[in-house]
């Protein structure tokens, strides 16, 4: 839209990310926890059993393997926490530069609505202020835009004599520009925190594995060596 007005609605910028929502813990992610929570009760349950350790013993699983299996979902549990934390700072983070792109959205247009009326008849000073430029649903092109407008409005002496009288002197244009810089340190910290997020979420999944196989070997031994004992075996709901 090629308008002295910017849109009341601009188009959502195409390179930013979707507005946070509220991360709610999948079904997934419960169930694997509630998975979790079990097994780590059943070990616990195992090394307190005064007959159920001189079974395990022949097997290999004395109280230090045992003990090692209750480390690896003690780890499984760490990694869930990190995991949730990075995703907590990640939501953040997103509102953090959902809010930085607005305001130098609504900066912008308000700068824009005045200018166009100081220099409503002034072609030139319209073109080096970019005042019939349409503003961009791309962040990055929102950012150059701004930032070429402002810089314009502040190395011309006659329009920033201009501009002054009507709120946008130099301390103000500044300010503006202090906006853009505040979008580039959100957006970069956004994206760090996403990454984040996924890191953790790699880590986690490689935790729960190791504690899947550790757990299968596990209790395909204990079933053996539990034969007979059903009050046993139902330590570890076999």
């Not at 002197?169 to 959100?186: F, G, P, S, T, V």
């Amino acid at each position: 839209m090629m308008t002295d007005e910017p849109a009341t609605n601009p188009e959502p910028a195409t390179n930013s990310e979707p507005a946070p929502k509220k991360r709610a813990r999948s079904a997934q992610d419960q169930k694997t926890i509630n998975t979790l929570n079990e097994r780590r009760a059943a070990l616990t349950a195992v090394l307190n059993s005064a007959d159920a350790t001189p079974r395990l013993e022949p097997r290999g699983y004395n109280a230090a393997s045992l003990n090692e299996g209750l480390a690896l979902g003690e780890a499984v549990q760490a990694a869930f926490t990190d995991r949730q934390l990075a995703k907590d700072t990640s939501d953040v983070a997103f509102a953090t530069l959902e809010a930085a792109d607005l305001a130098v959205r609504t900066g912008l247009k308000s700068f824009r609505r005045i200018a166009g009326g100081v220099f409503a008849t002034n072609t030139t000073a319209r073109e080096t202020l970019n005042l019939n430029a349409r503003i961009s649903g791309d962040r990055q092109k929102l950012m150059g835009l701004s930032e070429t407008t402002y810089q314009a409005a502040l190395s011309r002496s006659t329009y920033l004599a201009a501009l002054s009288k009507r709120g946008y002197d130099e301390a103000a244009l500044n300010a503006e520009l202090a906006k853009i810089a505040a979008l580039r340190q959100a957006e970069a910290a956004a994206l760090e925190s996403d990454q984040s997020a996924t890191r953790t979420t790699t880590q986690r999944q490689d935790a729960a594995k190791a504690f899947d196989l550790w757990w299968r070997e596990f209790t395909a031994t204990a079933g053996v060596a539990f034969e007979g004992r059903p009050d046993l075996l139902g330590l570890l709901g076999l």
